[in-house]
């Protein structure tokens, strides 16, 4: 059974600090990497995705990927109160047909 | 956004009766996917589909069957439903196979099985 985990938090910052929330799995031979955000009473939807070690930035959101360690975080700058939301990491191995594993979620709180 | 309508939005159903939520796409996306949401379980994958009447079985697919005739709609069906069906139900598409790109998802349909 492939396994994406995450602490499910509550994880509260105040306003313009950073948030890091992170996720481990234990497929070896996962390939890619997806960060998704969801609204209260709403569907997902993709924040970031990575494919190689290291980091992608975009904007205000920074990806982080160690395969060695199985290890992907996601680092929100200036954090503001429209992050809140629950963020869910979700894991594909890149072989063939295999849908993407999804983490439980970590609710993050952003206190202005 | 992506164009991915699911039916209906709501749903009160008694213990015992089927069910059928309906998955209706006009991205032609290639895969579907079921997947419903609980509370300290996160998105479980039900069923999925990657093709017109190919499809396979998630991590939670007992008590449910699905069916793909034609590629924009991807039907879920609970045969006989029980009180632990009650969930929200997420579909989800991607137009080719999940590696390497986003997964788009509708608006989800909440069911209550009383």
């Known amino acids: 059974q492939k396994e994406v985990e995450q602490n499910s938090g509550p994880l509260s910052v105040p306003e313009g600090a950073i948030a890091s929330l992170n996720c481990t799995y234990s497929d070896r031979g996962s390939q890619s990497f997806f960060w998704y955000r969801q609204y209260s009473g709403k569907s997902p939807e993709l924040i970031m995705f990575i494919y190689s070690n290291g980091d992608k930035e975009d904007g205000r959101f920074t990806a982080q990927l160690n395969k060695a360690s199985q290890y992907v975080s996601l680092l929100i700058r200036d954090s503001q109160p429209s992050d809140s939301a629950t963020y869910l990491c979700a894991v594909n191995s890149g072989s063939g047909n295999t849908p993407l594993v999804f983490g439980k979620g970590t609710r993050l709180s952003v206190i202005a | 956004d992506a164009g991915i309508t699911q039916s209906p939005r709501h749903k009160v159903t008694e213990t015992g009766t089927p069910v059928t939520l309906r998955c209706h796409q006009t991205e032609n996306h290639r895969y579907m996917y079921w997947y419903r949401q609980d509370p300290g379980h996160g998105l479980r994958l039900i069923h999925y589909?990657?093709?017109?009447?190919?499809?396979d079985k998630g991590e939670v697919s007992d008590g449910y069957s699905v069916s793909r005739s034609k590629t924009e709609d991807f039907l879920l069906t609970l045969e006989s439903a029980t009180s632990s069906q009650t969930s929200v139900y997420f579909c989800?598409?991607?137009?080719?196979?999940?590696?390497?790109?986003?997964?788009?998802f509708g608006q989800g349909t909440r069911l209550t099985v009383v």
């Open positions: 589909s990657y093709g017109v009447k190919d499809t």
């Open positions: 989800a598409t991607t137009p080719q196979g999940p590696t390497n790109t986003e997964a788009f």
